[in-house]
């Protein structure tokens, strides 16, 4: 069974929860940063791009819009790179580097 029945021309597995620009993800820059808890991929969201709330798992704390920050999601996860962008959380900068 898909998890989505949502028309969308993603990829399956690879849709999100939030209407973060995807393809952007998947296409654009991002890097690739070894933490103590695993390998994670790394994309820095312009302020332009922020236009949610959402929780950073840092802090606790809400990133608002308009606010530049960073989507992390793991790079090492077994079920494959669309769920883990499916799982993929938006930090702070500052509460990611100090993660
Ligand atoms: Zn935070």
Known sequence: MPRSNRPRGHKPGADGGDDT???SLLS???RTEVRRDGQWHVQPVPAAQALKNYVCPGCGLQVVPGVAHIVAWRGDGVLGDG???AARRHWH????KIK
Do not use: Q, V
């Open 28 to 30: 654009g820059w991002r």
């Open 83 to 85: 769920a883990d962008i």
């Open 21 to 23: 620009d995807l393809s």
């Open 93 to 96: 900068s500052h509460c990611w």
